[in-house]
């Protein structure tokens, strides 16, 4: 690659015709992006990094200095850390930061954080001047595996999560493993789960090299992260380049986990983290596939004890079942008065996208509070 890059460096690309897209996974790679920015993007004019106080505090100078190595300009924002500044007002704010800094048409913005920071810099880095140059620097697990991948932005509004955002597509997404390190192993976690879902839902080979890197990756080991972020990215790439804008009802298959997670999110006011939601609802679909004859009760018990292993629980926290289903209802898959589910057929095999009866989804959430924490 001529960028100096570490030996088991990995390229894939997002194949997209004209916004194809590099994603660059290696060890220390925030050192490298100077060089990275050079060979990618053509005449740059300055470049603004946006982070949390959190991710900036740790990464912001390494990331600033190798970009000033390469002879670019570059300045750092700020944002407070959590769901919360995902918001219109703080986007707003942004966008009056840029325009004060100077930043036009020929700059760059690197959003380095997890899947916030990612979220609202897309959306900024869209909209700002009708779109201006992005690069995703994800640091948290869930957005080096997900959402720095595929191009969806947002903010949240106060009636509603993500209901306001745009499609925009990164110019390259820069992944470095070793970042992980610093990760509270709650967040770590949280990714883990979505690194299940990839498995069960397309790669049975992951899930093996989980199941054996399962006390490594809870450790916190970079090397074991190192061999499956890239899997995972393949996978997450596939879904993105057959249904780039979430139209077709194949990206949707990522919404394994997703439809009993959000409900779990929304009813515990974000108390849950979004991982650990997906988890338990991964639970509740495989438990119905497996009583609709569509899965086998060993690959249910196999994803159940996986999760067990990686010290992810499934158990339903004190929530009213009729609750979750009521919001499930409300929530934008329940057409035509059913609750649609992703469920899952086996490991590593596509799923199927079913209604489900309220019935047997209060019965199998039923059953979930009786899961060993
Ligand atoms: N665009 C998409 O396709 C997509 C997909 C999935 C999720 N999302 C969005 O992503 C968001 C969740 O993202 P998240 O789970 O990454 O949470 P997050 O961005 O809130 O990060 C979690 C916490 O970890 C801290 N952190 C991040 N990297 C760190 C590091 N390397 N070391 C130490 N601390 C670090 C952050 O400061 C924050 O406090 C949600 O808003 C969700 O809607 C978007
Ligand atoms: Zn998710």
Redesign the pocket.
């Known amino acids: 690659m001529g960028l100096g890059l570490n030996e088991g460096a990995v390229e894939l690309m997002v194949n997209l015709n004209y916004k194809s897209y590099p994603v660059i996974i290696s060890p220390a790679l925030l050192e490298k992006a100077g060089g990275i920015v050079n060979a990618n993007l053509a005449d740059v004019s300055k470049c603004v990094i946006i982070t949390?106080?959190?991710?900036g505090g740790?990464?912001s100078n390494s990331l600033e200095r190798s970009l000033e190595g390469q002879g670019i300009h570059a300045a750092s924002i700020w944002i407070p850390?959590?769901?919360e500044a995902?918001s219109w007002n703080e986007a707003g704010d942004l966008i009056g930061s840029l325009i004060d800094m100077g930043v036009d048409r020929r700059s760059l913005i690197i959003a380095l954080?997890?899947?916030?920071?990612?979220?609202i810099s897309?959306f900024v880095a869209a909209v700002y001047l009708r779109g201006v140059r992005l690069i995703q620097v994800?640091?948290?697990l869930?957005?080096q595996v997900?959402?720095s991948i595929?191009g969806?932005?947002?903010v949240n509004h106060e009636k509603g999560?993500?209901l306001i955002g745009v499609f925009k597509q990164p110019n390259v997404v820069l992944i470095d493993p070793g970042?992980?390190k610093?990760?509270?192993l709650r967040?770590l976690k949280?990714?883990l789960a979505e690194v299940v879902k990839y498995a069960v839902i397309a790669d049975a080979e992951l899930f093996k090299i989980i199941e054996a890197e399962a006390d490594r990756l809870i450790n916190g080991e970079i090397r074991a992260f190192s061999k499956i972020v890239p899997r995972c990215c393949r996978v997450k790439i596939a879904f993105v380049e057959q249904d780039e804008r979430d139209e077709k009802g194949i990206r949707a298959a990522l919404n394994y986990g997703h439809t009993v997670g959000h409900a779990l999110e929304a009813v515990s006011s974000f108390g849950i983290?979004?991982?650990e939601a997906v988890a338990i609802g991964m639970e509740v679909a495989a438990k119905i596939s497996t009583s609709q004859g569509l899965m086998e009760e060993e690959d249910f018990e196999e994803q159940h004890v996986l999760f067990k292993r990686l010290g992810i629980s499934t158990k339903l926290p004190n929530i009213d079942p009729i609750t979750l289903v009521e919001y499930m209802h409300r929530d934008k898959k329940a057409e035509r008065g059913s609750i649609r589910l992703v469920l899952p057929t086996g490991i590593g095999e596509k799923p199927v996208i079913r209604p489900v009866e309220d019935a047997l989804i209060l019965k199998t959430l039923e059953e979930l509070r009786s899961n060993e924490a």
Request: glycine share 22%.
């Open positions: 949390d106080r959190v991710v740790l990464y850390e959590g769901e995902k954080g997890g899947g916030v920071v990612g979220d897309g994800p640091t948290t869930l957005a997900d959402s595929g969806k932005t947002a999560k993500n970042v992980l610093t990760l509270p967040e949280s990714g983290r979004h991982g």
